[in-house]
């Protein structure tokens, strides 16, 4: 069982940044993708971003392209999502999930592990 620990959500205005980190309990490395999805109060789980044991394979959802950037450090078992020029409509509980299958991908349901979330309040 991994154990997902996300960390850094808060209250920021628009346009500002927040950096989110993901805590994993076991070896990242073995976890082959890693990603970032959100949901928001009365909407579906949504990517944000995912992508490989080296992120040089990456997905990430419409609305956070050229904004959102995922990497993740495997030594330290840690994922990383930086969201600049934040707007109002990313307010959302963002969702830490992993899998150890091979192949990346942006549903869900495919993703074997969650932490709890952590919230990101974007004000206007």
């Known amino acids: 069982q991994v154990q997902l620990v996300e960390s850094g959500g808060g209250l920021v205005q628009a346009g500002g940044s927040l950096r989110l980190s993901c805590a994993a309990s076991a070896r990242t490395s073995s976890m082959y993708a890693m990603g970032w999805f959100r949901q928001a109060p009365g909407k579906d789980r949504e990517i944000v971003a995912a992508?490989?044991?080296?992120?040089?394979?990456?997905v990430y959802g419409d609305s956070v392209k050229g904004r959102f950037t995922i990497s993740r450090h495997n030594a330290k078992n840690t994922l990383y999502l930086q969201m600049n020029t934040l707007e109002p409509e990313d307010t959302a509980v963002y969702l830490c999930?992993?899998?150890?299958?091979?192949?990346?991908?942006?549903?869900?349901?495919?993703?074997?592990?969650w932490g709890q979330g952590t919230q990101v309040t974007v004000s206007s």
């Open positions: 992508c490989n044991w080296s992120c040089d394979f990456t």
């Open positions: 999930a992993a899998r150890s299958r091979v192949g990346l991908s942006a549903r869900p349901y495919e993703y074997d592990f």
